[in-house]
DNA sequence: CCCTGATTCGC
DNA sequence: GCGAATCAGG
């Protein structure tokens, strides 16, 4: 795949939302790697951005006034504006109850009442899964969603788990690491998977993050 | 280890 | 122009 001009503005935008070099590969997908990202980045001029391995270039060789670059602001050049780095929340992991969640070293699986084995995730299909949202999904990012989990930011490795509603304008999705093999997080697991009672038993509707009465 | 962006350089 | 390889810091 080439980069189209669709995939530049993405790119752009992107970029420019803070987002980073992996995450605007998986989400123009298509095999883009992350280095094809950056490359393509400072190709386009668009650069700059807060690198973990460049931060700053200090200029003070003072003794050599032949070569001395311009001096910048003859008056106050003591402070230059901070950069406008809008520091990502991008794991706002909820400090919640702090949910055990035992990983899984044994394969997580419930046992139900009668003493079954339930199947567990990866066997088939988790037993409650959030519906993604049909439409509204925005063409082009928008810098509102920049910062927040939005469906570009998708991929394999971060939790899907949607926050909010579709069409609010706060929607986004949780976004903190998977647990792996699973489509969500830890935390979020706890909630998706959870051992089904009978039906006679079960009065309360399943907690369907979409869909259902307001959670949270 | 994982992650990040920057740079190089052969294609 | 492109991006894998490599580098280097967190």
Not at 68 to 95: G, M, N
Not at 101 to 112: D, F, M, N
Not at 140 to 156: C, F, M, Q, V
């Amino acid at each position: 795949m080439s980069w189209t001009d669709e995939r530049i503005e993405t790119l752009k935008t992107m970029w420019e939302a803070g987002q980073t070099a992996s995450q605007i590969a998986e989400a123009l997908g298509d095999g883009v790697s992350r280095n094809a990202v950056i490359g393509k980045a400072h190709r386009l001029g668009l650069q700059a951005r807060p690198s973990p391995v460049k931060p700053n270039e200090v200029e003070v060789p003072a003794a050599a006034p032949a070569a001395a670059p311009a001096p910048v602001a003859p008056v106050t050049a003591a402070a230059p504006p901070p950069p406008p780095v809008v520091s990502e929340p991008r794991a706002a992991a909820e400090p919640a109850v702090a949910a055990p969640a035992p990983a899984q070293q044994p394969i997580l699986r419930s046992v139900g009442p009668g003493g079954f084995l339930r199947q567990a995730p990866g066997e088939q299909q988790p037993p409650i899964a959030p519906a993604p949202p049909r439409r509204l999904v925005p063409a082009k990012p928008s810098p509102e969603i920049a910062g927040k989990t939005s469906l570009l930011d998708l991929n394999d490795r971060i939790c899907k788990w949607p926050i909010g509603h579709p069409g609010e304008p706060d929607f986004h999705f949780c976004g903190d690491k998977v647990n792996p093999g699973f489509p969500y997080c830890v935390e979020h697991c706890g909630h998706a998977y959870q051992a089904q009672l009978p039906r006679r038993d079960r009065r309360p509707p399943p907690p369907l993050p979409f869909g259902g009465p307001r959670v949270r």
